[in-house]
């Protein structure tokens, strides 16, 4: 006969699902505690990564409570002013301040921020570990909480010096490019003014040389008429002054005076023209910009490119009837010559017989279109989107700077138009520069 369990006492299986229970309970105590031990790692894995950022950063920074004590600062703080984390905390931020001004606007600043998301800057000094005032750029903004509630301010700034020496530094590297870039574009002026002067050594040679030679002639003729003159005034009898009259060729010399004076005049004259065509076209006050007769600019550009460096140039040109354009005389010469420069050295380079040129002015209402192609082998696909930008150059070595197109474009552009590069249909390049017409300013 089975005996019953006394009373108050667990029987077998109720004891089984005790253990059970107490079993389930440590599994999960264990479960529990490893996951705090990964979250406690992750903490201390995000304190140690704030706490190198905050080490690392060189600003300034501090995070205070509404009352404006220290609950946080970094290294560089810390540096500045010469005290230790433990000294800081808890401290007022005031104390940091170098004089009453800069405490003033500072409890002024955080008074007036509290608000989420509000933030100001101004300008405080610091005391140094010497107790020197140390200007810092300071930005102020507002600590809170997920749901929005304030509990103080965070203060980030950065001493003055530093930014100064940054600006200082900045300011001098703009100064060294700026003077890179006036070297540059005198180099590239210069280039153009070689072209230029070489056409105007051609064309003045000529005059220079006519009246030379007559002035040559001239003096010849002075020292005939002086020792003319010497016999008559020296008594010389009627026969003998016949004689000399004959021997000296006095007659012809003097029907030969007029033709003379005439030729030396008109080679004067003519030095003269070219000298007030380089005026027109010259340097002074490039930066006006007014009224321009373009078919003006290109008869000069074609005269003196053909005259000095491309005398074996064929160029296809026709003037046509169109109002003046807007732009700088001596500043279109330039971009209309070195446009007709690189077409001739394309040419050159595609080993064309004869290097050609075809130049089309179009007018079309407020604007006047001129296009200029050459007999080269065109621009490569690749290098249509680059020929404007400075320094490029498929040219070798020494043969440009590869700044010449990136001025041009520059001048057309302050002229008011605009400068497309196109290879043509029937071969070439094809330059477009559009102007706009003279108007009011």
């Known amino acids: 006969m089975a005996r019953k369990p006394p009373p108050g006492s667990l029987d077998e299986d109720a004891w089984i699902e005790v253990i059970a229970r107490m079993d389930e309970v440590y599994s999960k105590l264990v479960q529990d505690e490893i996951a705090l031990e990964e979250k406690n790692v992750e903490l201390e894995q995000s304190q140690q990564f704030i706490a190198?950022?905050?080490?690392?950063?060189?600003?300034?920074?501090?995070?205070?409570?509404?009352?404006?004590?220290?609950?946080?600062?970094?290294?560089?703080?810390?540096?500045?002013?010469?005290?230790?984390?433990?000294?800081?905390?808890?401290?007022?931020?005031?104390?940091?301040?170098?004089?009453?001004?800069?405490?003033?606007?500072?409890?002024?600043?955080?008074?007036?921020?509290r608000h989420p998301n509000a933030s100001a800057s101004l300008e405080v000094n610091f005391k140094?570990?010497?107790?020197?005032?140390?200007?810092?750029?300071?930005?102020?903004?507002?600590?809170?909480?997920?749901?929005?509630?304030?509990?103080?301010?965070v203060l980030v700034g950065r001493p003055l010096g530093e930014l100064q020496h940054a600006y200082r530094q900045l300011h001098e590297a703009h100064e060294a490019l700026k003077r890179t870039q006036q070297q540059l574009?005198?180099?590239?002026?210069?280039?153009?003014?070689?072209?230029?002067?070489?056409?105007?050594?051609?064309?003045?040679?000529?005059?220079i040389s006519f009246v030379l030679a007559n002035a040559h002639v001239l003096d010849s003729y002075g020292k005939r008429l002086q020792q003319y003159l010497q016999a008559v005034h020296g008594g010389e009898?009627?026969?003998?002054?016949?004689?000399?009259?004959?021997?000296?060729?006095?007659?012809?010399?003097?029907?030969?005076?007029?033709?003379?004076?005439?030729?030396?005049?008109?080679?004067?004259?003519?030095?003269?023209d070219i000298v007030s065509a380089l005026k027109r076209f010259s340097a002074v006050d490039r930066e006006?910009?007014?009224?321009?007769?373009?078919?003006?600019?290109?008869?000069?550009?074609?005269?003196?490119?053909?005259?000095?460096?491309?005398?074996?140039?064929?160029v296809h040109w026709q003037?046509?009837?169109?109002?003046?354009?807007?732009?700088?005389?001596?500043?279109l010469l330039q971009v209309l010559m070195n446009l007709m420069q690189n077409a001739y050295d394309a040419a050159q380079a595609a080993n064309q017989a004869l290097p050609t040129v075809w130049i089309e002015v179009t007018q079309e209402p407020?604007?006047?279109?001129?296009?200029?192609?050459?007999?080269?082998?065109?621009?490569?696909?690749?290098?249509?989107?680059?020929?404007?930008?400075?320094?490029?150059?498929?040219?070798?070595?020494?043969?440009?700077?590869?700044?010449?197109?990136?001025?041009?474009?520059?001048?057309?552009?302050?002229?008011g138009g605009r400068m497309v590069a196109a290879n043509h249909p029937e071969g070439g390049a094809q330059f477009t520069v559009t102007l706009p017409e003279a108007g009011p300013a």
Request: proline share 5%; glycine share 10%; with cysteine.
């Open 319 to 331: 003037a046509v009837d169109t109002p003046p354009v807007r732009g700088n005389a001596g500043q």
């Open 128 to 153: 140094d570990v010497n107790g020197a005032p140390v200007p810092v750029d300071v930005s102020c903004t507002v600590r809170s909480t997920g749901n929005g509630r304030f509990i103080g301010h």
């Open 366 to 415: 407020g604007w006047v279109t001129l296009r200029l192609r050459d007999n080269g082998a065109g621009i490569a696909e690749k290098h249509l989107s680059q020929v404007f930008d400075p320094f490029f150059s498929t040219k070798s070595v020494g043969k440009g700077t590869g700044l010449g197109l990136s001025i041009s474009y520059g001048i057309i552009e302050r002229c």
């Open 237 to 272: 009898s009627h026969a003998g002054l016949q004689a000399l009259r004959q021997q000296l060729r006095i007659d012809p010399l003097l029907s030969d005076l007029p033709s003379l004076i005439e030729g030396s005049m008109e080679g004067a004259q003519r030095t003269a």
């Open 288 to 314: 006006a910009l007014g009224e321009v007769d373009l078919n003006d600019v290109i008869e000069r550009a074609i005269h003196w490119v053909c005259r000095g460096v491309a005398p074996d140039l064929q």
């Open 52 to 113: 190198g950022l905050l080490s690392s950063m060189s600003d300034v920074l501090l995070a205070c409570d509404p009352q404006g004590r220290i609950e946080e600062s970094n290294s560089a703080l810390r540096t500045l002013v010469g005290r230790d984390e433990q000294s800081l905390s808890g401290s007022p931020a005031y104390v940091l301040l170098a004089d009453p001004h800069s405490e003033t606007q500072l409890r002024q600043t955080l008074a007036s921020l």
């Open 185 to 207: 574009l005198h180099a590239e002026k210069m280039a153009s003014l070689g072209r230029l002067v070489a056409g105007v050594a051609h064309e003045l040679n000529n005059p």
